[in-house]
């Protein structure tokens, strides 16, 4: 079985790329966030043809996630329930008895501002949200971009870069305390390294060629998935075609589940 994340940064500017990827890999699950798509405009006829059934929830020009998943979809939801401004950066679904949680997390402008406030209560949120649904025994898979760089290994230049809104001390801690609820951060189960980046910023010249990236994409998973998990990878290709997203997928294999 295959999960995968990828931020697309714009579905609709995406729909190539993604109808390759999904046409090579053939996750089973595959979570996108940042659609910038209203629902009236969300692109699921440029999709028909792989057949995969799609949950969505969009706003104009900003954020959005969606679930494409080759069974039906069931228990959907799309809010996070906490979230009092009710952002689309969240959907969730059941795959037979796995839990699969989507999340677009805020950037948060600038640690001074009101919004990096709101990244910050917005992982509480999460966090409120699995002690009231969930248990850590249930079999659950928590991906997305979560602005986060969890380590230095995970910037290209850590000294300087610390302080920033993805990479800093508050902002880790609310990550691990999400984490701590019961949660494995897969890829590094497999792969320990440095220098392995899920985000090359558009703005630095040359960046991905120079792997000057940041890893802010996860696929988490409780215990029981975590156990079931036989590899977990980025795939940099679609990084690296014409007018790509700046982020790349993630991909997660389990044993049959």
Known sequence: MKIATFNVNSIRSRVEILNAWLAEHRPQILCVQETKAQNSDFPLEAFSHLGYHILFQGQKKYNGVAIFSDMPIRNAEIELPQ??????RFVKMSYNNIIIVNTYIPQGQSIKSDKFQYKLK????????FDKTCSPDQPIVWVGDLNVALEDKDVYDPKKMWGDVCFCQDIQDAVRNVMNWGFVDL?????PQPDQYTFWDYRVPNGFHRNMGWRLDYIMATPKMAQQCI??????APRGLEKPSDHTPVVAEFKAF
Request: aromatic share 24%; hydrophobic share 30%.
């Open 83 to 88: 979230d009092p401004d009710k952002q689309a």
């Open 122 to 129: 917005w992982f509480s949120w999460l966090k409120d949200y």
């Open 187 to 191: 890829f590094r189960q497999f792969h």
């Open 231 to 236: 590899d977990c990878r980025i795939d940099k």
